[in-house]
């Protein structure tokens, strides 16, 4: 399987860390040791690891033909209605459905965006979460998982 893992700022430091050079070094371990879990666990991925995660993360996962386009930020998953009442977590949903939601332009808007013009260009399949859940997302039942099919949007089971 082909997998890129495409890593911006925020999985590299977290939302009120510091901006030290010690905080980014430990993040950057941190980041090693989640992509070393994946490739251990399962030798016959081919990585490519790029910084950032908008559009050249997606541009980059379709020239190289992956598999899996895995964006890992510092979220469990995309929320619906971010900052709302009605905020919720998404573990399931089409690019359609994505592309009828919005998201914060110089956030999660250039994700988005590359999630579902991978997803929409090759059939396969993108996810969108924490750098924590790396494998979990690879197996399908973590982060935000993103295809071409409409679905009845899910959501986490600790929304409220």
Not at 52 to 57: E, L, R, T, V, Y
């Amino acid at each position: 399987m082909s997998i890129v893992p495409a890593l911006g700022a925020n999985a590299l430091l977290r939302r009120g860390q510091g901006q030290d050079a010690a905080q980014q070094l430990a993040n950057v371990e941190r980041a090693a040791a989640q992509i070393a879990l994946i490739a251990a666990e399962l030798p016959a991925h081919q990585f490519v690891i790029t910084h950032g995660n908008g559009p050249q993360a997606g541009l980059l996962a379709r020239e190289l033909q992956a598999d899996v386009l895995l964006i890992a930020t510092d979220v469990p998953a995309l929320d619906q209605d971010w900052g709302l009442p009605s905020q919720r977590a998404l573990d399931d949903v089409s690019t359609a459905q994505l592309r009828a939601m919005r998201f914060a332009a110089g956030s999660m808007a250039p994700k988005v965006a590359a999630a579902c013009d991978f997803v929409e260009l090759t059939g396969r399949r993108a996810v969108i979460g924490s750098l924590d859940q790396t494998e979990a997302m690879l197996r399908g039942d973590g982060g935000t998982q993103i295809t071409g099919v409409i679905r009845r949007v899910t959501h986490t089971e600790n929304d409220p």
